[in-house]
């Protein structure tokens, strides 16, 4: 997977975001605002000195855009939630970094994650499964 974190804004699909939103139960206007800021940005191309025809993406956020940084963010969530579930339920073993401490299986940042997981192959798949999966739907 390998990505850095220019390409993970630049691939994170829009119907996921929107997701997302949905699912931490943002308001339905503010997730539409949300989705027209991120949808209908145009784009023109210089070239030689001329301005080529104006054209559209179909997914990714816009480096630059002060929302993209904090939607990002809010897809990682997305991640960190099905990670903590799958502690919760036992499919990862996290560890714990001192003897009375709880258990911790990631720390995410802006650009970098941190993984902690039992070296067992339930927990090995599991984390894969979730990764797999968050990289398909995330885009």
Partial sequence: MGLDISTA?????????ISVLKKLDFPENWINLISQCIS???YSVLINGRTTKVFRLCYGLTQGDPLSPILFSICIEALSTS???N?????IKAVSIAKN??????????DDNFFFLHLNSKSLNSFSSILS????DSG
């Fill in 9 to 17: 804004f630049d691939r994170i699909r829009w119907d996921f975001v």
């Fill in 40 to 42: 209908t940005v145009q």
């Fill in 83 to 85: 990670l903590t579930l």
């Fill in 87 to 91: 502690m919760g339920n036992g499919n």
């Fill in 101 to 110: 401490s709880p258990p911790l299986s990631h720390l995410l940042f802006a």
């Fill in 133 to 136: 999966d968050y990289y398909t």
